[in-house]
C-alpha cells in the first residue's frame, strides 16, 4: 500500500495521479465543504480523540471498534448491526484461530 500511494502523491502527500484520485478529491471536497459550512459533525478534535483512546486504554476489556459520534452510528450502523463493538467476531477469531 505504501509504495502504491507513494507513486500517485508528491511531495506534501498530495494525490497528483491515479484511479483513486478523481474518488479522493471528491472525498476531500465534501469534506472541506462541510468544514467551511459548520457542519464538521462527522469529526472529533485531536483532543477529543485523544481522551477516548486514553478511556479505551483504561479499559480492562476495551471493545474492538468504538464509534464516537453519532455521525459514525449513523454511518456504520447496518454494516456491524449485529456487533457493534466487534467483541462477538473477535471471541470467533480467537476460538477458531487462537
Known amino acids: ?4 500511494v507513494a507513486k500517485t502523491s508528491n511531495d506534501k502527500g ?20 462541510r468544514a467551511a459550512n459548520g457542519d464538521a459533525t462527522a469529526y472529533q478534535t485531536p483532543e477529543q480523540v485523544a481522551a477516548i483512546i486514553l478511556d479505551l486504554a483504561k479499559e480492562e476489556n476495551p471493545p474492538l471498534r ?3 459520534s453519532d455521525w459514525a452510528e449513523q ?20 476460538a477458531q484461530f487462537l
Open 14 to 33: 498530495e494525490m497528483v495521479t491515479g484511479a483513486y484520485k478523481p474518488i479522493f478529491d471528491t472525498f476531500l471536497q465534501g469534506a472541506q465543504d
Open 75 to 94: 454511518l456504520c450502523h447496518l454494516k456491524t448491526k449485529a456487533d457493534p463493538t466487534g467483541n462477538k467476531l473477535l471471541q470467533e477469531v480467537k
Open 66 to 68: 468504538k464509534r464516537i
Open 1 to 4: 500500500m505504501n509504495n502504491a
